[in-house]
């Protein structure tokens, strides 16, 4: 996990934020979760999926409770004491401070880093078919039905 740390800690610097890793959590202010991440690894496969909280509504983070198992850095705080949106804490004066932007940079770093191309979902999920069965397992691309 550290090197995620590393990874998206240069990518929020070039966007005036400071943001670590602590006990799993990206944060940003020493104790305010801005993303999250799960990870599987399977049979010489790893996958790393990152979600980061560029904004919410208040009003979502009433449906979540607190978890058994939480980092000791949160304590009891309730979900609105203990995350924060990014998209108001950029600095818009100095550069376009969009989820573009931040996909824009998140990108640059990646590209220093692996050999990023870039897909559709749909082209994703091609590949997966063409790899066979072995490859493709419990994954499928959602349509907005399946999320309402």
Aim: glycine content about 6%; cysteine-free.
């Amino acid at each position: 996990m550290a090197w995620t740390g590393q990874l998206y800690g240069g990518v929020f610097q070039e966007l005036g934020l400071d943001l670590q890793l602590r006990e799993n959590d990206y944060i940003i202010d020493q104790t305010m979760k801005v993303g999250g991440n799960a990870q599987s690894i399977v049979k010489g496969r790893w996958l790393h999926h990152t979600s980061f909280l560029w904004d919410f509504q208040d009003a979502d983070m009433l449906y979540l409770s607190l978890p058994r198992n939480r980092p000791d850095y949160r304590g009891d705080r309730d979900h609105s004491d203990f995350v924060t949106r990014i998209a108001p804490r950029l600095q818009p004066a100095t550069f376009d401070a969009s989820a573009d932007h931040l996909a824009y940079w998140l990108q640059q770093y990646l590209d220093h880093a692996f050999d990023v191309e870039l897909a559709s979902p749909q082209e994703a999920m091609r590949v997966l078919d063409d790899r066979g069965p072995d490859w493709h397992g419990n994954t499928r691309l959602l349509d907005p039905s399946d999320l309402a």
